[in-house]
Each structure stands twice: as C-alpha cells, then as structure tokens.
C-alpha cells in the first residue's frame, strides 16, 4: 500500500514538473534543402542535426527541413545519411526569425550506397537459435552521426562487437513508430527486413541515453526505420551484387512515385538473394524480401499511410565446432550439419522463416509546433528450424565427443580415430544420412514401423499487436514536451513437429528418456506419455509431437519527457511507466507434470519504473560536455522465466525484474577539421535472470540451468575522431577500452525436462569472472579518398580480451565435490575449473573502391568493390560457450563430469563484394 502510494505521489510530482511552462514567446527558426550534387534532386531521408540545440530532423520528400524554436547564435549543422559523405556546417541563427539557409548540396557516397545492399551484418541470418541473444545487431545503427558508434558498427561487424557490451534486449528497433522487438527473448529480428537495404536507408538513431522524439529509450540506444513513401524521392534503383559470404548473389529493385499532386505516393521494393551453396560448406540461401508503401497526404495537417513488409527465408546454418575436430580435419570452416544423401549435399540444421509486418500509422499536425503521430502494427512470425533426432539409437552427430579421437582410452584407438577424421571419410566427418535410412528399414523389416531416426522441426511462431501514440510539441522557445503511451499483445506458439520420418512409418509420441530411467515405475504408462490426453499417439510428417505451448504476454507503457535548451546549457529530464504480464498455455498433458502442463498457467504481472536525467554544457560551438545517468527496472523475459516451459507451468523461483544504472560522460569537438567525442561510461545490472539449456550426456535428458540474482558491471572508454586533413582526405580513430564482468555469486537451480525433479538452490561462482562473447578491447583507424564521383577506403581494425561464454553447471558448489588421487591433482582441477579461456587478438583489413558514373541527365551507374578481412588471422576465434561440465583426465574415471569441451565460433576469412546499381 505504502508502494503505490509512492509511486501515486510522485507520478503527480512528475506531471507537475511536465506541464509547467512558461509565457509564449515569437519562435526563432532555420530551415533548408538537402539537394544531390550530382542529380540537382532532393534527397528525402537524410538526418539533419543541430549541435548546440541538440534538435534533429529528417528531411522531407522534397529535401527539406525545418527547426523551431531553437535557440539564437552560432550552431553547427551536421547531415548525415548511409546514402551521402557526411558533411557539416556552421550557421549562425538570428533571434525571432525564420533563418533560411537556402539549398544545401550533398554528395553522396559509394561507398555506403552500396556497402549495405551487399550483405548484411552479424545477424540473425548468421547465428544458430541457440546463438541469437548473445548478439547485438548493429548495421542500423551505421546511420549513427556518432563518428565512434557509426565506425565501429561498421568495421566491428565481424568480431561480434556488442556496443558497450550490451545484449540486444537493451536497444529498441522501431518500424514508423512502432517497437518491434521480440517480448519473448527481447531483440529485433532483422530477418523480417532481410535484403531491403534500400528501402530501409531512412533511419532516426538515437545513441544511449540521448532523447529522442519516438520512445523513452534504452541504454543500448533505439531506432526507427522510416518507410513512409512520401520519404522516398521520385525515381528507380535496380541493383546486382555478388559476394562470397552466405549467399552469392543479391539482385534488387526500388521505385518510388514520390509525393504526386493529388497526395498520394507509393513505394515499392523487391530483393533476392540466393546461394546454391555459400562460404561454408554445406550451406544454401534462398531468400525474397519485399515492401509496399502507400502514403496520402489528405491535407497540410493530417496524412495517412499503410506499410507491409516480408522476407520469406530458408537458409542452411554452419555448426560452431570444437577445437579438435577444426584440427583434424584441417580447417575452421568445417560444419558438422551435412551429410551426403543421393549423391547430393543434405543439411539438418534448416532454418525456414516468414514475419510479414503491417502497419498502419496517422500524423497529426496540430500546429507548426505540435503533432500527434499514432500507428497500428501487425506481425505473424513463421520460424521453424530443423534437427536430427534419435530414439534408442546411436547419437548422428559426427562431432559427437565420443566419436572423437581425445575420448578414446588407447593409443591405438586414438590412432584409428585420428586417421578416419584425418582422411575426411564422409561417413565419419559428416552425417550419415543413408546409414539412418537402413537402420528405420532393419526396424521396419523387423515388424516395426517405428522411426529410430527422424529430422524434427522446432517451430517458435508469434502473432504480435502493437499500437504506439506519441505526442511532441514545443511549449516555448526553451522548452519542449514529448510524451508517449504504447499497448501490444503477444502470443507465441512453440511446438515441435515431424519434418521427415527418413523411410520409418510413424513415431510414437512418448519419452524414450522416461522408459530408460523409470521404467519400473508403476505409473510408467501415464509418466512416459508426452500427451496424456492422446496416450501412445503415432505422428507422421506434419504432425506435432513432444511439446507444443503458447506463451502470453501483453504489455503497457506510457512515458514524458521535458528537454530545455539554452545558450549554454541544456537539461532533459523524463519517466517511463511499464505494465507487464505473461502466462503460459499447454496444448498437451505431459505424462511428467499433468496437473501443471495443460491449460493457462499462473499470471505473473510487474510494474516497472524508469526515470533518467541529461545535462549538456557548451563551452562554445566547438567544445561541448554532456552527461546523462538513469535508472531502471526491466521485467524478466519468458524465455528465462520458466523452469521447463516445454513440459509445464513452473516458473522460476523468486523471480523478479532486473534493476539497471547508467550513466556517461562525454565531451566532444567540432572544427572544420577535426570532429570527434570521447566518453567514459559505467552500467550496473542487478538481479538478472538467465536460462542456460544444455544437453546433458550423463542424464540423458535436456536440462535447464537457469540463474537468478545475477550482477553484472559494464564500465569503459570510447573515442571517435575524424579529421578532414585535405578536401579529399579524411582520417578515422575510433575505439573502446572496456570491462564486463560479473559482480557476484548468483543463485542456480537445474531442472530436468524428462522429470519434474529440480535439483536445490546452489551458488554459482561467476564473481569476478567476464561477461564473453563480444571483444573489450577494439579499434579501428580508416583512410578515406574522395575525388570526382571515386572513392577509396582503407581500414585496419583490431580487437582483443575476447573470453568464451561461461557454463554455470562448471562452478557450482556440487562440481567441487569430488575425490582426487591426491591433493596436486585436486587443485590442478580446481584452476582448470576457475579459468576462463581468452582468445587471442586479431586484426583485420578493409579495403574498397566506388565509382559513380553519369550516364546522362536521367541515368546514374554506380560501382563498388570491397575487400573485407583481408590479412587476418588464419585461426582467430571470435566468440565461443562452454558446454556441459569440465573433464579433468587426473581425476579418477568414475568421477561424473560430462566430457564437452568449449565450442567456438571462427572469424570468415577472405570476403569479396562486386555490386552495381542503375538509378533513374
């Protein structure tokens, strides 16, 4: 009661706060036109920002901008774009007046115009299911006026660079105003706007804690991809690009009526990419992404306008691999995931997936001062990924650590095993499809229809609702409001289905683990049942099977913010309020847990709070210091909420929303040649939850380790610089020395999913330990030569303290019990137990070369050649996770430690990139 009556009385202290303004004054303004160089057009799309302001804009489909109520006196103006070299001017603002600075020419760059349409950067395309929360997806954030986030969201993409070390659930993707991020597992899926680079160039960044005009905000920063039509120019882009990397080929295609006379503006946009086979072998690409946008300008105060988007996607993943196993076979490219079939490569880690998007979105111009921007947002994702599966049968996986030759007891075994690995023997080195395919035949021969072998399909679909209103006005010259209020619901389906039966007749839909270890149970028949409501059911392809759930989750979020600017010193200040519930759904009765698996599950409900303040003071045009901190609390996401969602309503024990600090400081400094920042930043986590899922050899079963009460502490230092030495030339430093570690000794506890037993709360020993998975240290210095429509860019870029990601089942208190054959050994175990692997530094080098040719008046060519990770290490590993418990040889061999060793992921070498684009 005392809670909401604090939160009640400082609500009505926030609103106080908001809505105190002051007396109306004459609105001093400055406007313009961002006009090609090239084409004498306008260039709807760019980002126009105001330094001493701290204003941004975009422009409009006829090139131009407009900003009112700013303050008078000298500012700089940056213009920015992934389309243009990124250019700068100072102007000087007179009081009381509309400041017009007329027509302002841009050229655009090669370089960026063509760099994105070739490929995409690190994203969901690139990593496993079970890889995807430990990536930040950055390539929007290119869009970024930030010389450091900008340069190292670019070059850093092959490292695995995380910004400040964050996760992707602490940055915001929004689509015209809409959020959508994934409530389940907290990122934006950049799969659904897969190969539209062109029609996805028109980005509003927002890095940190900075404000902005369309969300409160994350500590990872928030974007918001502008789809509009009326943002699109009049005019065709056709595109061909070939690369070496995922998929060889990418054509596309782009038109755009602009905003006609009668109101209206429509864009359209197609994109292919395709792969018989990629980089990796084994891999195959097929994608088709494409966007519609219909735009009516009803009058000067009020437009309407409808978006769809889509990327139907297959695609053929690559397995992170051991260390022996790239040894034996003598490269870092081996992928365990193919096997021959037919004559023909077979991959059994699939991945199919469709999330078309739809939104409907209204602007309000109530006044020159004020406007109400209200959207409607639909998505239906489609994800499925495929994966062998086997029932009382020898494990298919040719990386199984048993097939290796380190598990081997005897030299002569260990021989043997080296020499089939060493000599690629395809039925060794990759799946052997036609030995599953006998082995369902023997088992049908024998008067058994039953699938020994079979390819499952992990389906993770989502229906998603959004609606997002959000309010900006200027209350005087000083002083601007913006406030916001946003609702969506979620459902997302999980089951598991039958994708090929590989020859066998049916499978029966019962737990193969549960007959193993319980089979003398009296209530067997019930326990062994997956579905209890259909007992001993046979499935075929198509059919689901094992598990299916749905998982709930609706949200509410409402937030204001007041930002005051003067000549020397600006101030923000905001809250945001978050109502959050989830609840599970089973479709089936598990035999293990069948008084909590079907129906709706218990409702958990947060309501979380966050509050942040800014301060900037400008020592003059040039030399400007900021800081900004905040608090906040964020809501667990379900997919660490559950102790085994899979087979029942059990939630985590003692669950509770995570508590976040931040803050930063920074100076930055803007001369006609040099413009640069640097920041010093610290984050605290609190009270973290984290599900880590795992396959247990020596219980047979999937387990679920998940750890409450984490602590973490990201903490570091950034500069970015860029130095105009000539009109041509310009120079890039850019880097981050950093910490991420973990600050405490958090609580775990293991679940068994083919049992209900949950093993008793233990210490985790993570203290001091580092967060992996993404570099600490990092930098990058470029070269860059423009000259008559040629453009050159050379980078070299390094990275070091890169550290695998950690298994908590490795440092519990339980894994230090255990009998050695004497103390020397005992402690050799204990440092192997405590150490976490580093891996060594790298460097890279980028080069590239563009030329824009004129055909003639209407007709422009552009080309662009790119050379990426030229010169690198030949074995540089860029990220990794332990699996499973540390085996220790010295230790006696009854001892029970699972024998799996870290797994990694390697850097691609050598990639080229040829791409040419007509536009008209």
Not at 735 to 754: D, H, K, L, Q
Not at 822 to 834: C, F, L, N, T, W
Request: proline share 3%.
């Amino acid at each position: 009661m005392q809670q909401k009556y604090f939160m009640k009385k400082n609500l009505y202290l926030f609103l106080l706060l908001f809505f105190s303004v002051s007396a109306f004054s004459q609105t001093t303004s400055l406007k313009g036109m961002i006009v090609s160089s090239s084409t004498n057009m306008p260039i709807p799309g760019i980002s126009i920002q105001l330094q001493n302001s701290g204003l941004s804009a975009i422009s409009s489909f006829d090139g131009s901008f407009l900003f009112e109520g700013i303050s008078p006196g000298e500012d700089r103006l940056f213009i920015s774009s992934p389309e243009i070299n990124n250019s700068e001017m100072t102007v000087d603002i007179i009081e009381n007046q509309t400041n017009d600075i007329g027509t302002v020419y841009v050229s655009e760059n090669a370089r960026k115009l063509f760099s994105e349409g070739a490929f995409t950067l690190i994203d969901e395309e690139d990593i496993g299911e079970e890889d995807q929360s430990s990536h930040n997806v950055s390539s929007l954030m290119t869009a970024s006026n930030d010389v450091y986030i900008s340069s190292t969201s670019w070059n850093f993409a092959a490292m695995r660079f995380k910004l400040r070390g964050y996760d992707y659930r602490y940055s915001n993707m929004y689509i015209n105003g809409i959020n959508f991020n994934d409530p389940e597992r907290g990122g934006f899926s950049y799969g659904m706007i897969g190969g539209l680079n062109d029609a996805t160039r028109s980005k509003d960044v927002v890095n940190g804690l900075n404000p902005s005009t369309f969300t409160f905000g994350q500590i990872g920063g928030s974007g918001n991809i502008i789809t509009n039509a009326a943002n699109f120019s009049r005019g065709t882009r056709v595109g061909l690009a070939y690369t070496n990397r995922a998929y060889t080929l990418r054509g596309s295609a782009l038109h755009s009526t602009g905003l006609m006379k009668n109101g209206w503006a429509v864009t359209a946009s197609v994109a292919y990419r395709w792969a018989d086979e990629g980089f990796i072998e084994g891999t195959f690409y097929n994608s088709l992404g494409y966007l519609l946008s219909i735009e009516k300008e009803i009058n000067s105060r009020h437009s309407i306008s409808f978006t769809t988007i889509g990327a139907p996607t297959q695609r053929a993943q690559q397995s992170s691999n051991f260390q022996e196993t790239v040894d034996l076979v003598g490269s870092i490219y081996y992928n365990s995931y193919w096997g021959w079939q037919n004559g023909e490569k077979r991959n059994s880690r699939v991945v199919t997936t469709f999330e078309p998007i739809a939104i409907l979105s209204h602007v309000f111009k109530i006044n020159a001062e004020t406007k109400l921007t209200t959207g409607l947002g639909f998505k239906y994702t489609t994800y499925g990924q495929t994966r062998l599966n086997w029932i009382n049968s020898a494990s298919p996986q040719p990386d199984y650590y048993r097939y290796l030759p380190s598990y081997q007891t005897t030299s002569v075994m260990k021989d043997f095993y080296t020499g089939l690995w060493e000599s690629r023997n395809p039925n060794v080195t990759q799946v052997d499809w036609e030995r599953m395919y006998r082995v369902n035949h023997l088992q049908k021969l024998s008067g058994s229809g039953d699938a020994l072998y079979m390819v499952e399909e992990r389906r993770n679909d989502q229906m998603y609702f959004s609606f997002n209103s959000t309010f900006n006005t200027k209350l005087n010259e000083h002083t601007s409001f913006t406030a916001g209020l946003s609702a969506n619901t979620t459902k997302g389906m999980h089951y598991n289905t039958v994708s090929d039966l590989l020859g066998a007749d049916y499978l029966t839909d019962i737990d193969q683990f549960v007959i193993r270890d319980l089979n003398h149970d009296p209530n067997i028949e019930n326990i062994k049942q997956n579905d209890m409501n259909n007992p001993n059911r046979k499935v075929v392809e198509g059919d689901r099977f094992s598990y299916d759930y749905n998982i709930y989750v609706n949200t509410a979020d409402l937030w204001a913010r007041n930002t005051h600017r003067y000549n020397k010193w600006d101030i923000y200040y905001g809250f945001n309020l978050v109502y959050t519930e989830f609840w599970r759904e089973g479709n089936m009765r598990n035999g293990r847990a069948p008084e909590n698996s079907y129906g709706k599950g218990d409702v958990y409900s947060s309501f979380d709070q966050s509050v942040k303040l800014g301060l900037t003071y400008k020592l003059s045009g040039k030399h400007i210091f900021s800081g900004n901190v905040s608090y906040s609390t964020l809501a667990p996401l379900t997919y660490d909420s559950y102790v085994s969602a899979r087979t029942r309503d059990e939630m985590t024990p003692n669950l509770q929303s995570e508590k976040i600090f931040a803050s930063d400081l920074g100076y930055s400094l803007t001369t006609p040649i040099f413009r640069g920042s640097i920041s010093v930043f610290q984050t605290n986590f609190y009270d973290q939850t984290r599900l880590y899922p795992y396959y247990s050899d020596s219980e047979n079963t999937f387990i679920n380790h998940i750890l409450t009460g984490i602590n973490k502490m990201h903490r570091g230092v950034e500069l970015g610089l860029k130095a105009k030495v000539t009109s041509n030339i310009t120079l890039t430093l850019a880097g981050t020395v950093a910490e991420y570690i973990y600050s405490n000794r958090p609580t775990g506890i293991v679940a068994f999913e083919n049992n209900k037993e949950t093993l008793p709360a233990e210490t985790v020993y993570f203290k001091n330990f580092y967060v992996g998975g993404t570099p600490q240290t990092a930098g990058t210095f470029g070269i860059q030569y423009f000259y008559k429509y040629w453009f050159f860019n050379l980078d070299i870029n390094g990275f070091d303290r890169t550290y695998v990601d950690i298994a908590p089942s490795r440092r519990t208190e339980s894994a230090f019990n255990f009998t050695a054959n004497s103390y020397e050994e005992y402690v050799d175990a204990i440092k192997q137990m405590m150490t976490q692997e580093r891996f060594a530094g790298g460097f890279t080098l980028d080069f590239s070369v563009g030329k824009s040719f004129r055909l003639d008046s209407k007709h422009y060519l552009n080309v662009n050649l790119q050379f990426k990770n030229m010169l690198n290490n030949t074995d540089l590993k860029t990220g990794g996770y332990e699996q499973g418990r540390l085996y220790v040889d010295k230790i006696t061999q009854n001892y029970d430690m699972e024998r799996f060793p870290n797994k990694y992921y390697w850097a691609q070498g050598f990639n080229c990139y040829l791409m040419a684009a007509l536009r008209f």
